[in-house]
């Protein structure tokens, strides 16, 4: 047996676990961990400016690829504390990540030694484990377990919090016969499924909801499958948007009281049955008022985790499987129906929710100085191809993106979606662009979310890592702002001022681009829609030339209200600015817009 720090044997399990990146923030709780990093080579490591921010760039670098496990490591106390927010964010959209942090020294755990806190039990509530290591022996095996709990089941994060002396003390390790664990997931029956198919084929109008479980299964060709044998259309929800590409004609648009299209919702509420595989039902996509999302159809919920079935309402049918187990049997079955003559025609209900898509569309095309925000994302569709990596978290921005930018292959759509924390964007799309250096990554983000960790664009600067950044700018609180107006308040959502250091901006305040430049990176300023396009093109040849993040500012109209419901019910979403009237209202839409 080979002897070795219990920190070098920590190390030696992340390679042979497949890690090979991770980000994090050395300190001196954790600087035999990072001893052992050098020591052992083989994984590289991104130092970023804040831990927050380290663990959403792992969030980032997961998200992107199939099998990816991003790690995030930290010293003790307010670095663990720090990562709270990624742990929270993480676990909401079945990531996994493993967030290590340095700790005190055993004997000095129940001292309230500087910079020692609870940290385990503080992050349980947000990961599938978190454990403080109190013997040195136990690492490879705490180690092992972590990555089997973040792949079994629902995928989740976990910590692990490791004492200086714990991480120094020696260990009989063997890292050449180190073997990871086997993965579980449930797995749908054959019964099951003939039971569940047998919904869609006695009903009349069925549609797919598409989750974020289908592409953590990596299953996205076969949820494609399916549909196409059965003719049936389908519903990304936000987290699987990019399952089946927006220009597919059994893609039926997204649905939501926010982030859904016109097409989308008018045809949800059409249909009589629906098939949710690797959804949670989400209310950003049910609303609130479940009575109108849920009348008049039936409900088949398919979901790996199985006290997600009937969480947030009772389908008729529940099967607790993994996704890509399950859609593997819905595309056999399917296929033996078909061949068996069994499968109902939807020539008429896909050609009625084509022909909704070809008519209930929202305006992009304004010429309007300022800005109005739908130009922008129109401007992002013809500057940008169908490989693009779109990241961001939430906002206006966010919400706006959704309705209007197209999306064509699984993980290119990266969102957080349940916990949406300003500031997610910028290190999130860090993690993505070093995990696919040879795509385009595209972030989104209003000014808020890019203030609040715009620090980490030093992180790309120093790395090199490029990447565009288009930063919609109202100097404004937008959805904050439109979410006051049922209280008729409009009450510390103003980020408006005049900066004395850059007169010209008027009262847009913070001067991104300056900043931006500051911390090694490069900005545009755009004020004009019809200088935005060749603003986005020169921003892809700069990033490509000087290997670091570009920001392309567009100065919006102070107010803009993006569609939505008031009332929080998908049947009652308000159109705030006028709808598509003409083709040239909407020249990047899906469909020509026919009238």
């Not at 990146?21 to 590289?44: C, Q």
């Not at 009349?204 to 003719?231: H, K, Q, Y």
Request: charged residues 20%; contains cysteine.
């Amino acid at each position: 047996m080979a002897r070795m720090t219990a920190a070098r044997a920590a190390v030696e399990i992340l390679k042979r676990e497949g890690v090979v990146n991770a980000f994090g923030v050395p300190g001196a709780a954790i600087n035999p961990f990072y001893k052992a990093l050098k020591e052992g080579g083989g994984i590289d490591h991104t130092l970023a400016r804040h831990v927050e921010g380290a663990s959403h760039m792992a969030e980032g670098y997961t998200r992107t690829n199939p099998g990816n496990i991003g790690v995030c490591i930290g010293t003790s106390g307010p670095a663990g504390t720090d990562m709270i927010t990624g742990l929270y964010s993480a676990t909401g959209d079945s990531i996994p990540i493993l967030c290590i942090t340095g700790q005190a020294p055993t004997h000095l755990l129940h001292k309230e030694d500087f910079q020692a806190v609870d940290i385990a039990t503080i992050a349980k509530p947000v990961t599938k484990m978190a454990v403080t290591v109190l013997e040195a022996a136990q690492v490879p095996g705490i180690f092992q377990q972590a990555f089997h709990l973040m792949r079994s089941g629902r995928p989740g994060p976990v910590l692990i919090d490791l004492p200086i002396d714990v991480q120094m003390a020696e260990i009989e390790f063997d890292p050449e016969t180190y073997e990871p664990l086997p993965v579980y997931k449930p797995t749908a029956t054959r019964a099951q499924i003939e039971k569940a198919i047998t919904f869609l084929v006695e009903s009349e109008r069925p549609l797919i909801i598409a989750g974020g479980g289908i592409i953590n299964a990596d299953a996205s060709d076969l949820l494609v499958e399916f549909a196409e044998i059965t003719n049936t259309p389908v519903v990304p929800t936000l987290m699987g948007w990019g399952t089946i590409p927006d220009d597919h004609e059994l893609n039926a648009g997204m649905v939501g009281q926010q982030t859904g299209h016109r097409y989308g919702n008018a045809t949800f509420l059409e249909s009589d049955f629906v098939l949710g595989i690797g959804n949670r039902w989400a209310n950003r996509h049910t609303g609130y008022n479940l009575d109108v999302y849920t009348k008049d159809r039936k409900f088949v919920h398919v979901d790996i985790e199985p006290t997600q079935l009937g969480k947030i309402f009772a389908p008729d049918y529940g099967i607790a499987s993994d996704a890509k187990a399950a859609l593997e049997l819905f595309v056999q079955v399917a296929k033996e129906l078909k061949a068996a003559g069994k499968l109902p025609d939807r020539s008429a209900w896909v050609a009625s929710h084509l022909e909704r898509k070809e008519t209930l569309q929202r305006r992009t095309h304004f010429d309007n100085i300022p800005m109005k925000p739908q130009r922008v994302y129109e401007e992002m569709n013809k500057a940008f191809g169908k490989d693009t990596r779109y990241v961001t978290t939430i906002g206006l921005s966010q919400i706006a993106g959704a309705q209007m930018l197209h999306v064509y292959k699984p993980r290119h759509w990266i969102n957080c979606g349940q916990a949406g924390p300003l500031g997610w964007t910028i290190p999130a799309a860090l993690g993505v662009a070093k995990a696919d250096p040879d795509t385009q990554v595209v972030a989104l983000s209003g000014d808020y979310d890019f203030q609040f960790m715009i620090e980490e664009l030093a992180v790309g600067a120093q790395h090199r890592i490029p990447y565009v950044h288009v930063l919609v700018n109202n100097a404004y609180l937008g959805l904050i702002r439109q979410a006051q107006i049922g209280l008729d308040i409009n009450f510390q959502v103003n980020l408006e001022f005049e900066n004395q250091n850059s007169p010209e901006l008027g009262v847009y305040g913070v001067d991104h681009v300056k900043v931006a430049e500051g911390l090694g990176c490069k900005a545009i300023r755009v004020t004009d829609p019809n200088e935005l396009g060749q603003a986005l093109e020169q921003a892809k040849k700069l990033a490509q030339e000087h290997q670091v993040p570009v920001v392309v500012e567009a100065i919006l109209e102070r107010i803009t209200n993006i569609a939505m419901s008031k009332t929080a019910d998908i049947s009652d979403v308000s159109e705030f600015e006028e709808l598509a009237t003409e083709p040239g209202h909407a020249p990047t839409a899906i469909r020509p817009l026919k009238v």
